[in-house]
């Protein structure tokens, strides 16, 4: 702030003041209402849905304007899917809200494989982790769920979202539930977020998250749906049947090879 607003240093401690015109300047610049910065003390807007996200092991806290706006964006979209879905019949579906953090990974990792139709032998055909992406986000769309893909808010190219904020966010719905995926994330941190997020759809919980496979969190839903995640695109008792036995440096590049489009 201090390049595009030179006097931001004395604004902030008191020695001047902006005028209207540079307050409204600021206000733009910071993807903020005129008004928020008019008031007695700062305004502090919170994210509008359960927040999983950590560094550290600790809470983050100060969303920015980009994740909040990405975030109402989202719900406006759903809302509107939601009256559209019912206007047309649609009926609820089953698998939103069928898993609990108590139960086993694997049994709905494989419940998940199962019902967008994704098996290992779909992985040898894709040419790149693009290609896979773009598999997956149709699977996942062909059984209701919505995704977006996108690394800046709304159409605004100005405004990239920054996945070290944010990786992605889930919003339970039993008839249209949304998936978020931050676009500017590489190619394989999208596809392991989107379906972590699809995990806490089948928890029915809406959800923001960092999603990272190597990640660290201390958060039960986080960890939860990091192995539910992990399980869908690379099963361990695949890679077990797979391993050569030897860790040598020529198998592993086979089973990297192998499993490149879910890492």
């Not at 419940?111 to 894709?126: E, T, W, Y």
């Not at 759809?201 to 201390?218: C, F, K, P, V, Y």
Request: proline share 6%; with cysteine.
């Amino acid at each position: 702030m201090s390049q595009k607003f030179p006097k931001y240093e004395e604004w902030t401690s008191g020695a001047g003041k902006p005028t209207l015109k540079q307050l409204e300047k600021f206000a733009h610049a910071a993807h903020a209402p005129l008004g928020f910065l008019l008031l007695p003390k700062p305004s502090r807007e919170e994210v509008p849905i359960p927040d999983f996200r950590t560094v550290a092991n600790v809470d983050l806290t100060h969303p920015s304007p980009n994740l909040l706006d990405t975030i109402y964006m989202c719900q406006k979209r759903q809302e509107w899917y939601r009256v559209y879905a019912a206007s047309h019949g649609y009926l609820p579906l089953d698998f939103v809200g069928s898993a609990t953090t108590s139960g086993a990974a694997e049994p709905v990792a494989d419940a998940i494989r199962r019902r967008i139709g994704f098996n290992l032998d779909d992985r040898s055909a894709f040419a790149n982790w693009e290609a896979a992406l773009r598999k997956l986000i149709d699977l996942i769309e062909g059984i209701g769920v919505l995704v977006m893909v996108n690394g800046v808010v709304g159409a605004d190219t100005s405004r990239k979202l920054d996945p070290q904020e944010f990786r992605g966010f889930a919003l339970t719905d039993d008839v249209a539930p949304l998936i978020f995926v931050n676009g500017s994330d590489t190619k394989a941190a999208q596809i392991f977020t989107l379906v972590h997020e699809l995990a806490h759809i089948w928890l029915g919980e809406s959800a923001l998250s960092d999603a990272q496979m190597g990640g660290r969190t201390n958060n039960d839903h986080e960890l939860w749906c990091n192995r539910v995640a992990a399980e869908v695109l690379v099963p361990l008792a695949s890679i077990r049947s797979d391993y050569g036995g030897e860790a040598t440096p020529a198998e592993l590049a086979r089973l990297a090879k192998l499993f490149a489009s879910a890492l």
